[in-house]
Protein backbone atom coordinates (compact mmCIF):
# COMPACT_ATOMS: atom_id res chain seq x y z
CA UNK A 1 0.00 0.00 0.00
CA UNK A 2 1.30 3.63 -0.70
CA UNK A 3 0.45 6.83 1.13
CA UNK A 4 -2.10 8.79 -0.51
CA UNK A 5 -3.60 5.57 -2.52
CA UNK A 6 -7.14 4.53 -1.99
CA UNK A 7 -7.95 1.05 -1.39
CA UNK A 8 -11.35 -1.08 -0.66
CA UNK A 9 -10.99 -4.49 1.42
CA UNK A 10 -13.91 -5.81 4.35
CA UNK A 11 -12.91 -5.13 8.10
CA UNK A 12 -11.50 -8.58 9.94
CA UNK A 13 -11.69 -6.99 13.51
CA UNK A 14 -11.95 -3.72 15.36
CA UNK A 15 -8.95 -3.48 18.21
CA UNK A 16 -9.75 -1.17 20.77
CA UNK A 17 -10.90 1.43 20.85
CA UNK A 18 -12.00 2.34 17.32
CA UNK A 19 -8.97 0.70 14.73
CA UNK A 20 -10.91 -1.55 12.23
CA UNK A 21 -8.68 -3.46 11.04
CA UNK A 22 -8.19 -4.09 7.15
CA UNK A 23 -5.49 -6.89 5.48
CA UNK A 24 -4.95 -5.42 2.11
CA UNK A 25 -2.72 -8.27 -0.28
CA UNK A 26 -1.13 -9.23 3.15
CA UNK A 27 -0.65 -5.91 4.36
CA UNK A 28 -2.36 -4.39 7.51
CA UNK A 29 -3.90 -1.09 7.78
CA UNK A 30 -6.03 0.51 10.54
CA UNK A 31 -8.62 2.34 9.64
CA UNK A 32 -10.62 4.18 12.35
CA UNK A 33 -14.56 3.88 12.96
CA UNK A 34 -14.78 1.46 10.59
CA UNK A 35 -16.87 -1.65 11.93
CA UNK A 36 -16.20 -5.53 11.85
CA UNK A 37 -17.56 -7.31 8.85
CA UNK A 38 -18.38 -3.41 6.91
CA UNK A 39 -16.64 -3.37 3.58
CA UNK A 40 -14.90 0.06 3.36
CA UNK A 41 -12.88 2.32 1.14
CA UNK A 42 -10.09 4.29 2.89
CA UNK A 43 -7.55 6.71 1.88
CA UNK A 44 -3.82 5.61 3.45
CA UNK A 45 -2.76 9.06 5.23
CA UNK A 46 0.30 7.59 7.47
CA UNK A 47 2.78 4.91 6.07
CA UNK A 48 5.89 4.70 8.86
CA UNK A 49 8.05 1.85 10.12
CA UNK A 50 5.49 -0.85 8.45
CA UNK A 51 2.40 0.72 10.45
CA UNK A 52 -0.25 1.76 7.88
CA UNK A 53 -3.17 3.97 8.67
CA UNK A 54 -6.14 4.80 6.31
CA UNK A 55 -8.93 7.58 6.38
CA UNK A 56 -12.48 5.79 6.32
CA UNK A 57 -13.72 7.33 3.25
CA UNK A 58 -16.96 5.33 2.78
CA UNK A 59 -18.48 2.25 3.82
CA UNK A 60 -19.19 0.47 0.62
CA UNK A 61 -21.36 -2.55 2.43
CA UNK A 62 -22.74 -2.36 6.05
CA UNK A 63 -21.33 -5.44 8.01
CA UNK A 64 -23.62 -8.45 8.77
CA UNK A 65 -24.13 -6.88 12.34
CA UNK A 66 -25.64 -3.90 11.88
CA UNK A 67 -28.81 -5.33 12.18
CA UNK A 68 -29.67 -2.53 14.56
CA UNK A 69 -33.53 -0.61 12.94
CA UNK A 70 -33.50 1.78 15.64
CA UNK A 71 -30.85 4.08 14.82
CA UNK A 72 -30.18 7.90 16.11
CA UNK A 73 -31.37 9.73 12.61
CA UNK A 74 -27.65 11.65 13.11
CA UNK A 75 -25.63 8.27 13.09
CA UNK A 76 -22.56 8.71 11.13
CA UNK A 77 -22.72 12.15 10.36
CA UNK A 78 -22.01 13.08 14.04
CA UNK A 79 -19.25 11.91 15.77
CA UNK A 80 -20.74 11.40 18.97
CA UNK A 81 -21.59 7.37 18.83
CA UNK A 82 -20.04 4.55 16.31
CA UNK A 83 -21.97 1.44 17.29
CA UNK A 84 -25.31 2.65 17.43
CA UNK A 85 -25.79 0.50 14.08
CA UNK A 86 -25.16 -2.80 16.00
CA UNK A 87 -27.39 -4.55 18.58
CA UNK A 88 -26.52 -3.53 21.83
CA UNK A 89 -26.24 -7.12 22.77
CA UNK A 90 -23.34 -7.27 20.01
CA UNK A 91 -21.96 -4.38 21.26
CA UNK A 92 -21.31 -5.60 24.27
CA UNK A 93 -19.63 -8.96 23.09
CA UNK A 94 -17.08 -6.61 20.55
CA UNK A 95 -15.81 -4.75 24.34
CA UNK A 96 -15.70 -7.67 26.32
CA UNK A 97 -13.57 -9.55 23.48
CA UNK A 98 -11.36 -6.06 23.17
CA UNK A 99 -10.21 -5.84 26.66
CA UNK A 100 -9.75 -9.53 27.31
CA UNK A 101 -7.61 -9.10 24.85
CA UNK A 102 -5.71 -6.19 25.98
CA UNK A 103 -5.85 -8.06 29.49
CA UNK A 104 -4.29 -11.60 28.19
CA UNK A 105 -0.79 -9.88 26.87
CA UNK A 106 -0.23 -8.49 30.79
CA UNK A 107 -1.99 -10.48 33.16
CA UNK A 108 -2.39 -14.51 33.92
CA UNK A 109 -4.52 -16.38 36.20
CA UNK A 110 -7.27 -14.08 36.72
CA UNK A 111 -10.83 -14.58 36.89
CA UNK A 112 -12.25 -12.38 34.41
CA UNK A 113 -15.82 -12.06 35.10
CA UNK A 114 -17.36 -10.53 31.63
CA UNK A 115 -19.30 -7.27 31.08
CA UNK A 116 -22.61 -5.97 32.83
CA UNK A 117 -24.55 -3.76 30.27
CA UNK A 118 -25.78 -0.07 31.08
CA UNK A 119 -29.23 -0.40 32.76
CA UNK A 120 -30.43 1.70 29.61
CA UNK A 121 -28.61 2.37 26.28
CA UNK A 122 -30.93 5.45 25.64
CA UNK A 123 -30.85 8.54 26.89
CA UNK A 124 -28.56 7.75 29.16
CA UNK A 125 -26.12 10.20 29.28
CA UNK A 126 -26.76 12.68 32.49
CA UNK A 127 -24.48 15.59 30.41
CA UNK A 128 -23.68 17.45 27.47
CA UNK A 129 -21.46 20.29 25.94
CA UNK A 130 -22.99 21.17 22.31
CA UNK A 131 -20.74 23.18 20.44
CA UNK A 132 -22.01 26.30 18.71
CA UNK A 133 -21.18 26.33 14.51
CA UNK A 134 -22.44 25.78 11.17
CA UNK A 135 -22.99 22.56 8.96
CA UNK A 136 -21.10 24.04 6.50
CA UNK A 137 -19.05 27.27 5.93
CA UNK A 138 -20.78 29.92 6.03
CA UNK A 139 -24.07 28.23 6.74
CA UNK A 140 -27.12 29.00 9.23
CA UNK A 141 -26.50 28.79 12.63
CA UNK A 142 -25.76 25.11 14.29
CA UNK A 143 -26.20 23.85 17.99
CA UNK A 144 -24.78 20.28 18.34
CA UNK A 145 -21.93 17.95 18.35
CA UNK A 146 -19.07 18.16 15.10
CA UNK A 147 -19.21 16.28 12.49
CA UNK A 148 -17.42 13.19 12.83
CA UNK A 149 -13.80 13.89 11.36
CA UNK A 150 -13.93 17.53 11.57
CA UNK A 151 -12.38 20.20 13.70
CA UNK A 152 -15.13 23.31 12.22
CA UNK A 153 -18.55 21.55 11.15
CA UNK A 154 -21.06 21.37 13.84
CA UNK A 155 -24.13 18.99 13.39
CA UNK A 156 -27.67 19.53 14.88
CA UNK A 157 -28.73 17.08 16.93
CA UNK A 158 -32.27 17.72 17.55
CA UNK A 159 -33.04 14.13 17.53
CA UNK A 160 -29.70 12.42 19.97
CA UNK A 161 -30.70 9.25 21.43
CA UNK A 162 -28.32 9.17 24.28
CA UNK A 163 -30.00 11.88 25.88
CA UNK A 164 -33.02 12.46 27.66
CA UNK A 165 -36.02 14.45 25.67
CA UNK A 166 -35.43 17.37 27.71
CA UNK A 167 -32.03 18.18 26.27
CA UNK A 168 -32.83 17.97 22.71
CA UNK A 169 -36.10 20.51 23.73
CA UNK A 170 -33.57 22.57 25.48
CA UNK A 171 -31.02 22.07 22.49
CA UNK A 172 -33.65 23.18 19.48
CA UNK A 173 -34.96 25.79 21.38
CA UNK A 174 -31.50 27.76 22.13
CA UNK A 175 -30.61 27.29 18.43
CA UNK A 176 -33.82 28.71 16.92
CA UNK A 177 -33.64 31.58 19.33
CA UNK A 178 -30.57 32.64 18.96
CA UNK A 179 -30.68 32.02 15.08
CA UNK A 180 -33.56 34.55 14.82
CA UNK A 181 -31.16 36.85 16.80
CA UNK A 182 -29.06 36.51 13.86
CA UNK A 183 -26.25 36.23 16.76
CA UNK A 184 -22.83 35.14 15.72
CA UNK A 185 -20.93 31.95 17.31
CA UNK A 186 -17.42 32.10 18.00
CA UNK A 187 -15.12 31.29 15.48
CA UNK A 188 -12.44 29.13 16.61
CA UNK A 189 -9.56 30.31 14.22
CA UNK A 190 -10.65 34.16 14.46
CA UNK A 191 -10.85 34.23 17.58
CA UNK A 192 -13.98 36.27 17.14
CA UNK A 193 -17.92 36.02 18.14
CA UNK A 194 -20.69 35.21 21.12
CA UNK A 195 -21.68 31.82 21.23
CA UNK A 196 -19.40 29.23 22.21
CA UNK A 197 -21.31 26.19 23.84
CA UNK A 198 -24.18 25.23 25.57
CA UNK A 199 -23.79 22.84 28.37
CA UNK A 200 -27.12 21.10 29.89
CA UNK A 201 -26.56 18.58 32.97
CA UNK A 202 -30.06 16.73 34.23
CA UNK A 203 -29.81 14.40 36.99
CA UNK A 204 -31.94 10.98 36.24
CA UNK A 205 -33.30 10.22 39.53
CA UNK A 206 -34.31 13.65 40.74
CA UNK A 207 -35.14 15.42 37.14
CA UNK A 208 -33.39 18.57 38.38
CA UNK A 209 -31.83 20.39 35.16
CA UNK A 210 -28.79 22.65 34.89
CA UNK A 211 -28.40 25.10 31.89
CA UNK A 212 -25.17 26.68 30.97
CA UNK A 213 -24.76 29.12 28.11
CA UNK A 214 -21.19 29.72 27.73
CA UNK A 215 -20.62 32.74 25.35
CA UNK A 216 -17.70 35.04 24.82
CA UNK A 217 -17.88 39.08 26.34
CA UNK A 218 -17.17 39.95 22.51
CA UNK A 219 -20.49 41.95 22.22
CA UNK A 220 -19.74 43.34 18.88
CA UNK A 221 -22.40 42.50 16.38
CA UNK A 222 -25.39 41.90 18.39
CA UNK A 223 -28.34 43.86 17.31
CA UNK A 224 -29.61 44.32 21.22
CA UNK A 225 -27.92 44.77 24.57
CA UNK A 226 -26.43 41.51 26.00
CA UNK A 227 -28.66 41.97 29.08
CA UNK A 228 -31.94 41.98 27.17
CA UNK A 229 -30.77 39.15 24.43
CA UNK A 230 -29.87 36.69 27.48
CA UNK A 231 -33.11 37.59 29.47
CA UNK A 232 -34.96 36.78 26.06
CA UNK A 233 -33.25 33.48 26.11
CA UNK A 234 -33.64 32.53 29.87
CA UNK A 235 -37.40 33.13 29.04
CA UNK A 236 -37.67 30.96 26.33
CA UNK A 237 -36.41 28.15 28.15
CA UNK A 238 -38.55 28.89 31.08
CA UNK A 239 -41.18 28.82 28.44
CA UNK A 240 -40.47 24.67 27.49
CA UNK A 241 -42.51 21.93 28.34
CA UNK A 242 -40.21 19.24 30.29
CA UNK A 243 -40.17 16.14 32.20
CA UNK A 244 -37.80 17.49 34.21
CA UNK A 245 -37.09 21.01 36.69
CA UNK A 246 -34.52 23.61 36.19
CA UNK A 247 -32.41 23.88 39.07
CA UNK A 248 -30.56 26.95 37.28
CA UNK A 249 -30.22 28.39 34.58
CA UNK A 250 -26.81 30.08 33.55
CA UNK A 251 -24.67 31.92 31.69
CA UNK A 252 -20.66 31.52 31.77
CA UNK A 253 -18.16 34.01 30.46
CA UNK A 254 -15.73 32.49 28.61
CA UNK A 255 -12.71 34.30 26.76
CA UNK A 256 -10.04 31.49 26.79
CA UNK A 257 -8.54 30.92 23.31
CA UNK A 258 -8.38 27.58 23.86
CA UNK A 259 -12.00 25.32 22.96
CA UNK A 260 -12.53 24.03 26.60
CA UNK A 261 -15.45 24.49 28.30
CA UNK A 262 -14.18 27.08 31.36
CA UNK A 263 -15.56 29.68 33.27
CA UNK A 264 -14.05 33.21 33.85
CA UNK A 265 -17.13 34.73 34.73
CA UNK A 266 -20.59 32.94 35.80
CA UNK A 267 -23.85 34.84 36.43
CA UNK A 268 -26.89 33.30 37.78
CA UNK A 269 -30.15 33.50 35.59
CA UNK A 270 -32.22 31.47 37.43
CA UNK A 271 -32.43 29.51 40.44
CA UNK A 272 -28.89 28.17 41.53
CA UNK A 273 -25.93 26.79 40.12
CA UNK A 274 -25.88 23.32 41.29
CA UNK A 275 -28.23 20.47 41.36
CA UNK A 276 -28.70 17.21 43.20
CA UNK A 277 -28.53 13.84 41.80
CA UNK A 278 -28.81 10.22 43.73
CA UNK A 279 -26.79 7.20 44.00
CA UNK A 280 -27.36 4.15 46.08
CA UNK A 281 -29.20 6.08 47.93
CA UNK A 282 -26.73 8.69 48.63
CA UNK A 283 -27.35 12.37 47.54
CA UNK A 284 -24.60 14.36 45.70
CA UNK A 285 -24.36 17.77 44.61
CA UNK A 286 -23.06 18.65 41.49
CA UNK A 287 -22.14 22.42 39.84
CA UNK A 288 -20.90 23.02 36.49
CA UNK A 289 -17.93 21.75 36.14
CA UNK A 290 -17.85 19.04 38.69
CA UNK A 291 -16.80 15.52 37.76
CA UNK A 292 -19.69 13.49 37.75
CA UNK A 293 -20.18 10.04 35.76
CA UNK A 294 -22.01 10.85 32.63
CA UNK A 295 -24.31 7.43 32.97
CA UNK A 296 -26.14 8.34 36.25
CA UNK A 297 -27.96 4.55 36.09
CA UNK A 298 -24.58 2.68 34.76
CA UNK A 299 -22.54 4.51 37.88
CA UNK A 300 -24.38 2.41 40.06
CA UNK A 301 -23.73 -0.09 38.48
CA UNK A 302 -19.66 0.30 37.92
CA UNK A 303 -19.54 1.56 41.80
CA UNK A 304 -21.30 -1.62 43.36
CA UNK A 305 -19.20 -3.74 41.14
CA UNK A 306 -16.01 -1.54 43.01
CA UNK A 307 -17.61 -1.99 46.44
CA UNK A 308 -17.59 -5.75 46.16
CA UNK A 309 -14.56 -5.78 44.73
CA UNK A 310 -13.07 -3.91 47.78
CA UNK A 311 -14.49 -6.05 50.14
CA UNK A 312 -14.74 -5.94 54.22
CA UNK A 313 -13.58 -2.91 55.10
CA UNK A 314 -15.02 -3.01 58.43
CA UNK A 315 -11.87 -1.34 61.15
CA UNK A 316 -10.21 -0.15 57.96
CA UNK A 317 -8.44 2.70 56.58
CA UNK A 318 -9.36 3.20 52.56
CA UNK A 319 -7.70 5.17 49.98
CA UNK A 320 -9.59 6.68 47.34
CA UNK A 321 -7.10 8.50 44.93
CA UNK A 322 -8.56 10.48 42.73
CA UNK A 323 -11.49 10.96 44.38
CA UNK A 324 -13.46 13.33 41.90
CA UNK A 325 -16.71 14.71 44.46
CA UNK A 326 -16.40 11.52 46.73
CA UNK A 327 -18.73 8.90 45.12
CA UNK A 328 -16.72 5.79 45.85
CA UNK A 329 -15.45 7.46 49.35
CA UNK A 330 -18.87 7.72 50.44
CA UNK A 331 -19.71 4.24 48.85
CA UNK A 332 -17.50 2.90 51.47
CA UNK A 333 -17.80 4.85 54.01
CA UNK A 334 -20.72 3.34 55.72
CA UNK A 335 -18.45 0.10 56.61
CA UNK A 336 -15.00 1.33 56.72
CA UNK A 337 -13.49 2.71 59.77
CA UNK A 338 -11.79 6.05 57.70
CA UNK A 339 -12.24 6.90 53.94
CA UNK A 340 -9.68 9.49 52.72
CA UNK A 341 -9.85 10.98 49.07
CA UNK A 342 -7.54 12.93 47.38
CA UNK A 343 -8.37 14.85 44.04
CA UNK A 344 -6.71 17.94 42.24
CA UNK A 345 -9.68 19.64 41.43
CA UNK A 346 -10.97 21.79 44.01
CA UNK A 347 -14.40 22.18 43.23
CA UNK A 348 -15.10 18.82 43.60
CA UNK A 349 -13.06 18.60 46.54
CA UNK A 350 -15.39 21.25 48.01
CA UNK A 351 -18.34 19.43 46.61
CA UNK A 352 -17.45 16.34 48.02
CA UNK A 353 -17.34 17.73 51.69
CA UNK A 354 -20.82 18.83 51.23
CA UNK A 355 -22.39 15.81 49.93
CA UNK A 356 -20.68 14.11 53.12
CA UNK A 357 -22.08 16.38 55.73
CA UNK A 358 -25.80 16.01 53.53
CA UNK A 359 -25.14 12.23 53.36
CA UNK A 360 -24.56 12.16 57.42
CA UNK A 361 -21.10 10.77 56.93
CA UNK A 362 -18.38 11.77 59.76
CA UNK A 363 -15.26 9.38 58.63
CA UNK A 364 -14.58 11.16 55.65
CA UNK A 365 -11.64 13.42 54.88
CA UNK A 366 -11.31 14.83 51.53
CA UNK A 367 -8.05 16.66 50.24
CA UNK A 368 -7.61 19.19 47.73
CA UNK A 369 -3.99 18.40 45.35
CA UNK A 370 -2.18 16.54 43.02
CA UNK A 371 -2.05 12.87 44.02
CA UNK A 372 1.61 12.68 43.11
CA UNK A 373 2.56 15.35 46.16
CA UNK A 374 -0.21 14.91 48.40
CA UNK A 375 0.70 10.80 49.28
CA UNK A 376 4.03 12.49 50.66
CA UNK A 377 1.78 14.14 53.55
CA UNK A 378 -0.22 11.44 54.11
CA UNK A 379 0.63 9.99 57.76
CA UNK A 380 -2.13 7.44 58.29
CA UNK A 381 -1.33 4.27 55.93
CA UNK A 382 -4.24 2.80 54.39
CA UNK A 383 -5.24 -0.80 54.53
CA UNK A 384 -7.24 -0.78 51.12
CA UNK A 385 -6.27 1.24 48.13
CA UNK A 386 -9.40 2.63 45.64
CA UNK A 387 -7.59 4.18 42.20
CA UNK A 388 -10.03 5.55 39.63
CA UNK A 389 -8.06 7.90 37.70
CA UNK A 390 -8.22 10.25 34.45
CA UNK A 391 -8.07 8.77 31.13
CA UNK A 392 -4.12 9.26 30.69
CA UNK A 393 -3.89 6.77 34.07
CA UNK A 394 -1.18 7.40 36.90
CA UNK A 395 1.56 9.12 36.80
CA UNK A 396 4.41 7.12 36.86
CA UNK A 397 6.16 8.58 39.93
CA UNK A 398 2.53 8.71 41.53
CA UNK A 399 2.62 4.57 40.74
CA UNK A 400 5.70 4.67 42.83
CA UNK A 401 4.54 6.05 45.79
CA UNK A 402 1.14 4.29 45.66
CA UNK A 403 3.44 1.18 45.50
CA UNK A 404 5.12 1.91 48.61
CA UNK A 405 1.90 1.98 50.69
CA UNK A 406 2.49 -1.73 50.47
CA UNK A 407 -1.37 -2.29 50.92
CA UNK A 408 -2.63 -6.06 50.46
CA UNK A 409 -5.33 -5.08 47.90
CA UNK A 410 -6.22 -1.99 45.73
CA UNK A 411 -8.75 -1.74 43.47
CA UNK A 412 -8.46 0.06 40.09
CA UNK A 413 -10.93 1.92 38.30
CA UNK A 414 -10.10 2.65 34.71
CA UNK A 415 -11.89 4.40 31.58
CA UNK A 416 -9.32 3.87 29.27
CA UNK A 417 -8.05 0.38 29.13
CA UNK A 418 -4.76 1.19 27.30
CA UNK A 419 -3.57 3.07 30.29
CA UNK A 420 -4.48 0.39 32.67
CA UNK A 421 -2.43 -2.32 30.32
CA UNK A 422 0.51 0.49 31.28
CA UNK A 423 0.23 0.87 34.72
CA UNK A 424 -0.57 -2.62 35.38
CA UNK A 425 2.63 -3.95 33.79
CA UNK A 426 4.30 -1.94 36.73
CA UNK A 427 2.20 -3.41 39.14
CA UNK A 428 3.61 -6.66 38.08
CA UNK A 429 6.77 -5.73 38.82
CA UNK A 430 6.10 -4.51 41.70
CA UNK A 431 4.51 -7.82 43.29
CA UNK A 432 1.27 -7.19 42.59
CA UNK A 433 -0.91 -9.83 40.19
CA UNK A 434 -4.75 -8.93 38.86
CA UNK A 435 -6.86 -11.38 40.49
CA UNK A 436 -10.33 -10.46 39.17
CA UNK A 437 -11.60 -8.45 36.42
CA UNK A 438 -15.32 -7.08 35.04
CA UNK A 439 -16.09 -4.67 32.63
CA UNK A 440 -18.93 -2.22 33.26
CA UNK A 441 -20.69 -0.06 30.01
CA UNK A 442 -21.39 3.28 30.95
CA UNK A 443 -20.77 4.33 26.97
CA UNK A 444 -23.73 2.52 25.21
CA UNK A 445 -23.48 2.90 21.20
CA UNK A 446 -19.44 4.37 21.35
CA UNK A 447 -16.14 2.55 21.70
CA UNK A 448 -15.76 2.94 26.05
CA UNK A 449 -16.01 1.26 28.47
CA UNK A 450 -14.97 0.99 32.09
CA UNK A 451 -12.98 -1.60 33.51
CA UNK A 452 -12.35 -2.67 37.43
CA UNK A 453 -9.26 -4.55 38.35
CA UNK A 454 -8.68 -6.39 41.89
CA UNK A 455 -4.95 -6.29 42.84
CA UNK A 456 -3.69 -8.76 45.13
CA UNK A 457 0.35 -8.70 46.58
CA UNK A 458 1.95 -11.88 46.28
CA UNK A 459 4.12 -12.46 49.26
CA UNK A 460 6.68 -14.94 49.37
CA UNK A 461 5.81 -18.14 51.32
CA UNK A 462 7.63 -18.18 53.80
CA UNK A 463 6.80 -21.45 55.42
CA UNK A 464 9.59 -23.72 56.49
CA UNK A 465 9.15 -27.58 55.39
Partial sequence: MKKGE??????????????GI??????????????????????????RGGRCEGRLLEVVKESPLETEENRCPHFGICGGCVCQSIPYEEQLKIKEQQIKTLLDSVCQDYVFEGIKGSPIHEGYRNK??????????????ALGMHKRGSFHDVVNVDHCKIVHEDFTKILTATREYFAEKKVPFYKKLR??????????RRAVKTGEILVALVTSTQTEGLNESEEMLIRGWKEALLGLDLEGSYAGILQIHNDSLADVVQSDETLVLYGQEYFYEELLGLKFKISPFSFFQTNSLGAEVLY????????????????????GTGTIAQMLAPVASKVVGVEIVEEAVEAA????VDNHLDNCEFIAGDVLKVVDNLTKKPDILVLDPPRDGIHPKALTKIINFNVDEMVYV???????????????????????????DMFPG????????????????DTIE
Avoid: W
Avoid at 6 to 19: A, C, S
Avoid at 416 to 433: C, I, N, W
Fill in 191 to 200: HEGFLRHLLV
Fill in 304 to 323: ETARGYVGDTRDKVVFDLYS
Fill in 128 to 141: MEFSFGDEYKDGPL
Fill in 6 to 19: RYTGVVERMEFPNR
Fill in 446 to 461: TVHVETVVLLSQQKPD
Fill in 22 to 47: VMIDGERAIVKNALPGQEVTFAVNKK
Fill in 353 to 356: KKNA
Fill in 414 to 440: SCKPTSLMRDLLVFREAGYEVKRCCLV
